[in-house]
C-alpha cells in the first residue's frame, strides 16, 4: 500500500527558500500524478501544483514562477522547490496521489 511522508518544512524569511520533500512508498511507477496543497491556519486547502507521470505539470498562479515541482521515480520521491517565498505561502503542505495524504510539513515564512 502506498504511504506518503512529506519533509523538509521549516521558518524561513521572506524572499527565502525551501525544498519540500515528498517521499513515496509503495510505487511510485503506478502513480499518474502526484499534487502539492496547502492549508493556511483558517483557510480551506488548496491546490499548489501537481506533475504527471509523463511531467506534464501545473502550477496554481499565485506560486507560477516562484515553486517548481518534480519526480524522482527511482527514489520515489517528489519535490517542491519554494523560492521567493512570501508570507502568504505560510501553510501546512501535503503531497497526495488524489487518495492518500502524507501527514504534512509546516512551512512558516516570517521576519
Known amino acids: 500500500q502506498v504511504q506518503l511522508a512529506e519533509s523538509g518544512g521549516g521558518l524561513v524569511q521572506p524572499g527565502g527558500s525551501l525544498r519540500l520533500s515528498c517521499a513515496v512508498s509503495?510505487?511510485?511507477?503506478?502513480?499518474?500524478?502526484m499534487s502539492w496543497y496547502r492549508q493556511a491556519p483558517g483557510k480551506q486547502r488548496e491546490w499548489v501544483a501537481h506533475?504527471?507521470?509523463?511531467?506534464?505539470?501545473d502550477y496554481r498562479s499565485s506560486v507560477k514562477g516562484r515553486f517548481t515541482i518534480s519526480r524522482d521515480d527511482a527514489t520515489e520521491t517528489v519535490y517542491l522547490q519554494m523560492n521567493s517565498l512570501k508570507p502568504e505561502d505560510t501553510a501546512i503542505y501535503y503531497c497526495?496521489?488524489?487518495?492518500?495524504w502524507g501527514h504534512g510539513t509546516q512551512v512558516t515564512v516570517s521576519s
Open positions: 497526495t496521489d488524489g487518495l492518500l
Open positions: 506533475i504527471g507521470d509523463e511531467g506534464e505539470i
Open positions: 509503495g510505487g511510485i511507477e503506478n502513480i499518474i500524478i
